[in-house]
C-alpha cells in the first residue's frame, strides 16, 4: 500500500501528526480527547451524515504568518479532514454550549422512559447527556407522540418516539445491507424512520441496525427486558451459524445467553453479523437441552450414567469389528465440531477402532477430497480472503443465495461494489435476492443444472476475446482446450442453458484479471461439481486469477466447520492435511508422528455408510452433531439406514429426530460451554473460549466424549486440552503449527495453502451435457 | 414481562416478497413515456421525481403503496425508498384528493395581503376546514406555502394554473366555472409536468409509437376476428 | 428614480418568448459571439462584469465558472436553479414566463464554458406554467440548432433538460436540488471543507456549475457588451442591475430591475408607494432580517444592505405597512420554516418546530415573559449549527424581529393580545 501523507493539526493546542484526510473526531481519540457524537460511525458513509451535529468543534487553518484564521461556523468533526495547519478545539465555551443546545433539542421529544427501556445503562444518549447535557429543559410544550413500541418483525421493535433521527439504521440498510427497507418518511419535525408502509423488516442484517441505534428506538425482541447491561458478562466467540465465522460476544447471566452481539474483525465480519448469527443461538439456553446420556431399554430412552453408555458403545464395537471387521463401525458428523474435536474423532476412529469409515459431508455430491481445486491450486476450496474480495475488479456469483449461504461474504461483495466500483455477475437460475442488492448487474438465468456448460461458454468466449492470459501456461494445453471448446458458442451454449448470448458476452467481458469467483450451493451440491470445478478452475488461469489476491476461485463450504473438518480429515480418504491414505508415504509419515498402524483402504463416504447401514451391512453407525434424519439430503435413505443400522450412537445437545432412533443418546456441550478454534470458509482458524458451565454436569464437551471412549476402547488418545490438541495438529498439518493458541492473533489465522502445483489446464468433456 | 406479551399480541405485520414483481398498472404511454425521461440522467434512479409524477398521474391523483411499488420496480429501488422520497414532497398526494384541488398560499406577503381571508371564505363557501375534501368528492382545500407571486398576492394555485390578486368576488366565479369543468386538476397538473420533461421529438417519437402500437393491436384484432 | 433594465430591457416586446422576435433583438448573438471566443475568455468577461450570484448569497459567478475543471475526465453538468422557493421572490417567475430565451442563451454559453454536455434546469413544481414557457423555448431552440448536437456547427453538444420539483423549499439550496435532481429526498450534502465543492464533485460526483436564473439571465448581455459595460453599472463591489420583487403593501407591486445602489426608499417609489404608513421592509426575501421604517435611508446594494443589518438575498422586497402585528407576521414565518425544514439535522428539525410552539403559546394567551429570551437563545442554538443555511435563515428574521420589536412581544405576552390590532381598534 502507498505510503499514508501525514499532516501535522493542533487540537486543543497540542500539535500530532495524523493521515490526511483522517476525520478530526478519529485524530482527536489518537490524544485521548473525546468528542461526543451520535450519528457518526466509521463504517457508514461519510457523505450522508453529520446531521446530529452533536460534534461539533471550533475549526480554523495556520496562516503562513503564524495566526489562526478562525472559521466563522463550528465545524462537524466527524467529517472534517485533516488537512494541513489545521488547528482544532473541541472543548471551548462556544462548544460546550452547542453541545447543551443540541443534547436540549434531542431531549425534548425524547421521551423520558429510561427505566423501561432495553437501552438504559448502554445508551450513548443517556451517556452524553449525562456528560455534556443541560440540567433541566426548558421545553414546556407537549411532546411528539408516535406509536410506541411496535415490532417490525420477529427480532426488531421500533419505537419511533425515542428516535433521534441520526440514520444510522438507514445509512446502514442503503450502504451495508443494501436492501434498503429503511428509510426516512415525510420530513422536518415529522420525519420518521420506517419500513414500506410498516411492512416486515425482513432484512437478513436487521439485528445490526438494534446495536447501531443510539437510543432504544431499534430494539431487539428476543433480548428484550431479559437482562440489563450491568448485569450481564461477556465472552467472545464465534458465531457457529454458518461458515463465515463472525465474531460475536456471548452475552450471558449465570448459565444463560441473553443475547449475541457482533465482535470487531476487519479480516472477517468487520463488526456485522447476520440475522442468524444475532438470534440464531437461543438454542444454546434451550430447556430442551439433554442433560445426560439416554440408552434405550425396551424400545424406550432411559437415563443412563456416562459409564453405562461407554460399555455399551465399546463392546458393541469390538464385537462388530470382531465379526465384521472393522469396515462395519462408521462415523458421520463432524462440520459442526471444533477442529481440535474433529481430529480427535478421526483419530479416534482411525487408531481406536481402525476404520476410514468417517464423513462430515451431508450434501448429495461428495467427491474425493483430493479432487476439485486442491490438485489445482493447493488449496482445498477457496483461494481468497474474505476481506481481499473488496478489492476485486469484477464478482461472479455462481449458483448461491449469497446473502442467505453467505452473509459476511455477501457484505463483502457488495462492499466491493458500492464502495469499490465492482461489476457483478450474478448467475442463479431463479431471481435471488442477491441480485436485488446491486444496481444492475449482469444476470445469467440458467437452467438448473447446466454450471459447466455455463462456465465452459463463458471460457470459450474469454478465449475468443484474445485477453486470455497464458504465460506460463504449455501453448499445447491452451490449444488443447481452445479445440475442446470450439463448440461452446455462445449460440449453442445460450440453447443449452437458456442465457441470452448477449448476457454471456457482456459477462465473459468483466471477467479479467482480479476475478472472485464465488460458488454455493448449486454448484457444491450438483452431482456434476467436479466437471463444473475444472471448467471453473480453467476460467480462474485463463483470466489470470491463479495466484491472485483480489481475484480467484472460492467454493463455500456450508457450515461453521466444514472447511476444519476436511483439513482435520473427517473424510475416507484423507488423514489431517490431505495426505491420502493410500499414499503410502504421506500415510506413513502421521503413521510415524501417532506410533500407529492406520488402515490404507479408502473408507465409505457419508452416501456409501448410509447405503450399507440400509442394506443392514452397518454394525454401529456414530452420528455427532447432525440431525441427518431431518438433514441429510436423501432423508429417506438416512431413516432406512438408521432403522437398520446395528447400534445407533447420536451425540448432540437436543433429542433430534435422528436421536429419536438412537440406541445410545450422548449430551454434548454448545459451544458456549468449551474451548477451541473453528475453520471458517476463507481458511482462517479463529479460537473461542468457554463462557459458562452445561446445564448439567452430565453434559461433556465433544472431546471429552471423544478421548474417554478411546479409553474404554482400549486405545488411549491422551488429551489434557484442546490448546494441547492444537499443538499436535500442527506437527500433523504444519500449516496448522501457526495456529498454537500463545500466539495466536487477536484476528485468527489464515491457513496457508500447500505448495501450488503450478496451474494446469484440464481438458473438458466435449460432450455438452443434455438438459 | 407484562410488555413482552403484549408484544407478542400485535398481528404479524406484513411481509412483501421482494422477489416477487408488483402489479403493474402504467399504461403504455406511461412506460413509453418513463422510459425516455430515464434517458435523461445517467442512472434509473435519477428518474425518481418524474416517475412519481407519472405515477400520480396514472393512479387517478394520488399515490397508493401499489403507484409507489410500481415506481420502485420500474427504477430498480427498494419500496422504502420510493415512500421516502414521496413523502419527502408536498405535491404528491399520499392519500385521495378531491377532483379539484384548491390551494392558498397563506405565506407571508399573503398573510398581509388577505390570504387567510381567502382561505376562510373558501371554508365557509365549500362547508369544509383545510385539509378536508367536500362529501361529493369535488373540492379538496389546502393551505400552502409560499407560491412566489406575491406581486399578486392573495394567491391560489389550482391544478397548473395560479389566480391571483383573489377577492370573494373572483372565488364565487371561479368556483363556478371548476364545478363545470370534468378535469381532474390534480392529474391535468402532473401531466403538465410529465410532459414539461419531454422534448418535442420525444413527445413526437411516443405518439409514433403508441400509433404504431395500436395499429398492431388493431390488426392482431382483427386477424383473430376475421 | 427610474429603472435601469438590463434583463428587462426586451421583456415587453410582444412575442419576445418566442425565438423569432428573441432574435430580431438580437438574441442567440451572445451564443454566436461565444462559441467564437475560447472558453476562457468567456470565463474572463464574466470575471470583468464583476457578477454576483442572484440566487441569495451573492457569490462571484466567474469563481465557480472558472472552479470547473478544464479536462474533461468526467462529464459535466449545468444545474439552472430555478427553485424559486423564497417567500416574498417572483423575479425568476417572470424571467422564465417572459424572457425564456435569454435564460436558455445564458445557460448555453455557461456549458459553452464550463465544458458542460448537459444541463438541468430545476423548475418548482408549482411552476408549470413559467414551465411550459421554458419547454416551447427550447424545443425551439432546439430546433434552430442552438441545442442539441453540434450547436451551430461548432462541434459543440449541449443538451438541456427540465427536471421539475415536486414541493419542497429546502429543495432550492442547491446541494439538497442536487439530492433532488439524483432522484432522493430533498436534503442537503456535505459541503465545503467537508466535501469538496460541487465544481469538483456535484451532480454524480461530477463538476457542476450551479447558478440562478437571473445570475444566467445576465450572461447574454455581459458577452454581448463586455463585462466592463456591466461592471459600469451598480457599485464597485456589486456591479450591474438586480431585480427586485416588490410584494406587500405597496400600490404597484411587482418586478422592478434597477442598478444596484438605489436608495431603496427609490425603489419603494417606483413600485407606487407604500398603502397606508411603511413600518418595515424585508429586502431580500423571508431569510433575511427584518429592516425597520427608520433604518431604510439605505442603498440596495450587498455592502449597503449588511452595514444595515439585512441583506440583498434574493431580492424578495417586501413591504409591511403599520397594519402588520409583527408577533403574528413572525409565526407565519416560524412556521414556514418549521414546514420546509427537511429533517436532517437536529438544531433546524427541532428547533424551528419549538418555535412554532411558542409562538403559538404566546398567540394563544400563554405567553411568559421569559419566552422571548428563549426564542433568541434558540436562534442562538440553530444559527451556525445547522447543516445548511436553512437554519440560519429561519433563526435570522426572528431574531431580528426581536431586537427591533421586542416591546410588541412583551405586550403580547402581558396582554394576551396584539398591540397592533388593540392600536387600530381604538382608533378605528
Ligand atoms: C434554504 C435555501 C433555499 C434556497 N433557495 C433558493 C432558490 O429558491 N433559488 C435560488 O436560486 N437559490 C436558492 N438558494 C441559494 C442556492 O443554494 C445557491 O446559492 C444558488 O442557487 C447559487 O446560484 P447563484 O450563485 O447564481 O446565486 C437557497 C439556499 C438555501 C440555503
Ligand atoms: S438546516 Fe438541517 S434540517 Fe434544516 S434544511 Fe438544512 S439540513 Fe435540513
Ligand atoms: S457525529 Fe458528527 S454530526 Fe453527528
Known amino acids: 500500500m502507498a505510503e499514508q501523507e501525514l499532516v501535522t493539526i493542533e487540537i486543543n493546542g497540542i500539535e500530532l501528526q495524523v493521515p490526511k484526510g483522517e476525520m478530526i473526531i478519529e485524530s482527536a481519540k489518537r490524544i485521548g480527547v473525546d468528542i461526543p457524537f451520535f450519528c457518526y460511525h466509521p463504517r457508514l458513509g461519510k457523505g450522508q451524515a453529520a446531521n446530529c451535529r452533536m460534534c461539533l468543534v471550533e475549526a480554523g487553518t495556520k496562516q503562513p504568518d503564524g495566526s489562526v484564521r478562525m472559521m466563522p461556523k463550528p465545524q462537524t468533526s466527524c467529517t472534517l479532514p485533516a488537512s494541513q495547519g489545521l488547528v482544532v478545539f473541541t472543548d471551548t465555551v462556544a462548544i460546550q454550549k452547542a453541545r447543551r443546545g443540541i443534547l436540549e433539542f434531542l431531549l425534548i421529544n425524547h421521551p423520558l422512559d429510561c427505566p423501561i427501556c432495553d437501552r438504559g445503562g448502554e445508551c450513548p444518549l443517556q451517556n452524553n447527556t449525562l456528560f455534556y447535557g443541560p440540567g433541566v429543559s426548558r421545553f414546556v410544550e407537549e411532546k411528539r407522540h408516535l406509536p410506541k413500541a411496535f415490532p417490525i418483525s420477529d427480532y426488531v421493535v421500533l419505537d419511533r418516539e425515542r428516535c433521534i433521527h441520526c440514520a444510522r439504521c438507514t445509512r446502514f440498510s442503503q450502504e451495508i445491507s443494501g436492501d434498503a427497507q429503511l428509510d426516512f418518511l415525510k420530513r422536518g419535525a415529522d420525519m420518521m424512520v420506517s419500513t414500506f408502509y410498516d411492512t416486515e423488516f425482513t432484512s437478513r442484517f436487521s439485528g445490526n441496525t438494534i446495536e447501531l441505534c443510539p437510543v432504544g428506538a431499534l430494539t431487539s425482541r428476543v433480548y428484550r427486558f431479559r437482562a440489563r447491561p450491568w448485569d450481564m458478562k461477556s465472552q467472545k466467540s464465534i458465531c457457529t451459524r454458518c461458515s463465515n465465522g463472525c465474531n460475536i460476544w456471548l452475552d450471558y447471566r449465570p448459565n ?178 442477491t441480485e436485488l442488492r446491486f444496481d444492475e448487474p449482469v444476470v445469467l438465468r440458467y437452467r438448473e443444472g447446466t454450471e459447466s456448460t455455463l462456465v465452459n461458454g463463458l471460457l470459450h468466449l474469454v478465449l475468443a476475446s484474445g485477453k486470455a492470459v497464458t504465460d506460463g501456461i504449455a501453448q499445447g494445453e491452451v490449444q488443447a482446450l481452445r479445440e475442446t471448446l470450439r463448440e461452446y458458442t455462445p449460440e449453442k451454449v445460450a440453447e443449452m442453458t437458456g442465457v441470452e448470448t448477449e448476457r454471456l458476452r457482456e459477462a465473459a467481458d468483466l471477467l479479467g484479471e482480479g476475478t472472485v469467483i464465488l460458488c454455493g450451493a448449486k454448484v457444491r451440491n450438483h452431482p456434476r461439481y467436479a466437471e463444473t470445478v475444472h471448467a471453473l478452475a480453467n476460467l480462474t488461469i485463463l483470466t489470470g486469477n491463479a495466484d491472485r489476491e483480489n481475484g480467484g476461485l472460492n467454493i463455500l463450504l456450508p457450515e461453521v466447520n466444514s472447511h476444519g473438518a476436511a483439513d482435520m480429515g473427517v473424510l475416507p480418504d484423507v488423514l489431517p492435511g490431505y495426505a491420502r491414505v493410500d499414499d503410502d508415504a504421506a500415510r506413513q509419515r502421521i503413521e510415524g508422528l501417532w506410533e500407529e498402524k492406520l488402515p490404507a483402504e479408502p473408507g465409505m463416504s457419508t452416501q456409501a455408510m448410509l447405503e450399507a447401514a440400509a442394506r443392514g451391512q452397518m454394525q454401529v453407525l456414530y452420528i455427532i452433531g447432525e440431525d441427518i434424519a431431518q438433514k441429510y439430503h436423501d432423508t429417506e435413505l438416512a431413516q432406512r439406514a438408521l432403522e437398520s443400522a446395528g447400534l445407533v450412537v447420536v451425540q448432540d445437545l437436543f433429542l433430534t429426530e435422528t436421536a429419536q432412533y438412537a440406541d445410545v443418546v450422548l449430551p454434548a456441550a ?102 | 414481562m407484562s410488555e413482552a406479551i403484549r408484544l407478542s399480541e400485535y398481528p404479524r405485520v406484513r411481509r412483501i416478497d421482494e422477489k416477487q414483481p408488483p402489479e403493474l398498472r402504467f399504461s403504455e404511454q406511461a412506460v413509453q413515456e418513463l422510459e425516455r425521461i430515464k434517458r435523461h440522467y445517467p442512472n434509473k434512479r435519477a428518474a425518481m421525481l418524474p416517475a412519481l409524477w407519472i405515477a400520480q398521474r396514472e393512479y387517478g391523483g394520488y399515490l397508493p403503496p401499489e403507484a409507489l411499488m410500481e415506481v420502485a420496480y420500474r427504477l430498480g429501488t427498494s419500496y422504502a425508498v420510493v415512500e421516502g422520497v414521496a413523502t419527502f414532497y408536498t405535491m404528491y398526494n399520499k392519500r385521495p384528493v378531491g377532483r379539484v384541488m384548491l390551494e392558498v398560499c397563506t405565506n407571508l406577503t399573503c398573510s398581509i395581503c388577505g390570504g387567510y381571508e381567502i382561505l376562510h371564505y373558501l371554508e365557509q363557501k365549500l362547508g369544509i376546514k383545510v385539509g378536508e375534501t367536500t362529501p361529493d368528492g369535488q373540492f379538496t382545500l389546502t393551505e400552502v406555502e409560499c407560491l412566489n407571486d406575491c406581486g399578486n398576492a392573495p394567491v391560489m394555485q389550482v391544478g397548473d394554473r395560479y389566480f391571483g390578486n383573489l377577492t370573494p368576488e373572483k372565488i364565487d366565479a371561479l368556483l363556478e366555472e371548476l364545478k363545470q369543468g370534468n378535469e381532474h386538476t390534480v392529474v391535468q397538473l402532473a401531466d403538465t409536468v410529465v410532459k414539461c420533461h419531454l422534448s418535442e421529438s420525444e413527445r413526437q417519437d411516443i405518439e409514433r409509437a403508441l400509433a404504431n402500437a395500436q395499429a398492431t393491436n388493431e390488426a392482431r384484432q382483427e386477424g383473430q376476428n376475421g | 428614480m427610474a429603472e435601469l433594465k438590463v434583463l428587462f430591457q426586451d421583456i415587453d416586446v410582444p412575442g419576445i418568448q418566442t425565438l423569432e422576435v428573441y432574435e430580431q433583438h438580437g438574441g442567440y448573438s451572445a451564443l454566436r459571439k461565444a462559441l467564437g471566443m475560447t472558453r476562457q475568455q468567456v470565463i ?281 402585528c409583527i408577533v403574528k407576521f413572525m409565526r407565519r414565518t416560524a412556521a414556514f420554516y418549521a414546514h420546509e425544514s427537511c429533517g436532517k439535522c437536529t438544531p433546524c428539525r427541532e428547533g424551528t418546530r419549538w418555535m412554532v410552539k411558542i409562538f403559538d403559546r404566546i398567540l394563544a394567551g400563554g405567553g411568559r415573559m421569559e419566552d422571548i429570551d428563549l426564542l433568541l437563545d434558540i436562534c442562538d442554538q440553530i444559527d451556525g449549527r445547522s447543516y445548511c443555511a436553512l437554519g440560519d435563515a429561519a433563526a435570522w428574521p426572528i431574531r431580528a424581529s426581536i431586537k427591533h420589536y421586542r416591546h410588541e412581544y412583551e405586550y403580547y405576552i402581558q396582554h394576551g393580545h396584539s398591540m397592533v390590532e388593540a392600536q387600530q381598534s381604538t382608533r378605528a
Open chain 1, 256 to 433: 444463560r445467553l441473553v443475547r449475541v452481539l457482533g465482535r470487531e474483525n476487519e479480516a472477517v465480519n468487520e463488526e456485522w453479523t447476520c440475522d442468524r448469527g444475532k438470534f440464531g443461538h437461543e438454542y444454546i439456553s434451550s430447556d430442551r437441552r439433554l442433560l445426560s446420556p439416554l440408552i434405550r431399554k425396551d424400545g424406550k430412552f432411559v437415563t443412563a450414567s456416562w459409564v453405562e453408555a461407554y460399555q455399551l458403545i465399546a463392546s458393541r464395537v469390538r464385537q462388530a469389528v470382531q465379526e465384521h471387521g472393522a469396515g462395519s463401525v462408521g462415523a458421520i458428523g463432524g462440520a459442526h465440531l471444533s477442529n481440535e474435536e474433529a481430529y480427535v474423532l478421526q483419530k479416534l476412529m482411525r487408531v481406536a477402532i481402525g476404520t476410514n469409515n468417517i464423513d462430515h459431508r451431508l450434501e448429495p455430491n461428495q467427491p474425493r477430497a483430493t479432487d476439485g481445486l486442491f490438485g489445482r491450486f493447493g488449496v482445498p476450496f477457496t483461494q481468497n480472503a474474505i476481506a481481499d474480495i473488496e478489492k476485486a475488479k469484477t464478482i461472479f456469483i455462481l449458483g448461491s443465495e449469497l446473502v442467505d449461504e453467505q452473509p459476511i461474504v455477501f457484505l463483502r461483495a457488495r462492499k466491493a461494489w458500492f464502495r469499490h466500483g465492482a461489476k457483478v455477475v450474478i448467475a442463479y437460475p431463479e431471481v435471488t435476492e
Open chain 1, 670 to 771: 454448545s459451544v458456549a460451554e468449551k474451548e477451541g478454534t473453528f475453520t471458517n470458509t476463507e481458511r482462517r482458524v479463529q479460537r473461542f473460549w468457554k463462557a459458562f458451565n452445561s446445564p448439567s454436569p452430565d453434559v461433556k464437551s465433544d472431546l471429552s466424549i471423544f478421548t474417554e471412549l478411546a479409553v474404554y476402547l482400549g486405545k488411549s488418545i491422551p488429551v489434557f486440552s484442546a490448546e494441547q490438541v492444537m499443538d499436535e495438529i500442527g506437527q500433523v498439518f504444519p500449516a496448522y503449527a501457526a495456529c498454537r493458541y500463545d500466539n495466536m492473533p487477536a484476528e485468527g489465522v489464515r491457513v496457508q495453502a500447500s505448495a501450488v502445483p503450478s496451474p494446469q489446464l484440464v481438458p473438458v468433456q466435449t460432450e455438452v451435457p443434455a438438459v
Open chain 3, 44 to 324: 474572463d468577461e464574466v470575471k470583468a462584469s464583476g457578477l454576483r450570484g442572484r440566487g441569495g448569497a451573492g457569490f462571484p459567478a466567474w469563481i465557480k465558472w472558472n472552479g470547473i475543471p478544464k479536462d474533461e475526465s468526467k462529464p459535466h453538468y449545468v444545474q439552472c436553479n430555478a427553485d424559486e422557493g423564497e417567500p416574498g421572490t417572483f423575479k425568476d417567475r417572470e424571467l422564465m414566463m417572459r424572457h425564456p430565451h435569454q435564460l436558455i442563451e445564458g445557460i448555453i454559453i455557461a456549458g459553452y464554458a464550463t465544458l458542460s454536455k448537459v444541463g438541468y434546469i430545476y423548475i418548482r413544481g408549482e411552476y408549470t406554467e413559467p414551465a411550459r414557457v421554458m419547454r416551447r423555448a427550447i424545443d425551439e431552440a432546439y430546433r434552430a440548432g442552438y441545442l442539441g448536437k453540434n450547436i451551430l456547427g461548432s462541434g459543440v453538444d449541449f443538451d438541456l433538460y427540465i427536471h421539475m420539483g415536486a414541493g419542497s423549499y429546502e429543495c432550492g439550496e442547491e446541494s439538497a436540488m442536487m439530492s433532488s435532481i439524483m432522484g432522493e429526498r430533498g436534503q442537503p450534502r456535505l459541503k465545503f471543507p467537508h466535501a469538496p465543492l460541487p465544481t469538483i464533485a456535484g451532480l454524480w460526483d461530477c463538476p457542476t456549475l450551479i447558478n440562478n436564473v437571473e445570475t444566467l439571465s445576465c450572461v447574454p448581455a455581459i458577452i454581448r457588451n463586455g463585462g466592463a459595460w456591466y461592471a459600469s453599472m451598480g457599485t464597485e463591489k456589486s456591479t450591474g442591475t438586480k431585480i427586485f420583487s416588490v410584494s406587500g403593501h405597496v400600490n404597484k407591486p411587482g418586478n422592478y430591475e434597477v442598478e444596484m445602489g438605489t436608495p431603496l426608499m427609490e425603489l419603494l417609489e417606483l413600485a407606487g408607494g407604500v398603502k397606508g404608513k411603511l413600518k418595515a421592509v424585508i429586502p431580500g426575501g423571508s431569510s433575511v432580517p427584518i429592516l425597520p421604517a427608520e433604518k431604510c435611508d439605505v442603498n440596495l446594494d450587498y455592502e449597503s444592505l449588511q452595514a444595515a443589518g439585512t441583506m440583498l438575498g434574493s431580492g424578495g422586497f417586501m413591504v409591511l405597512n403599520d397594519t402588520v
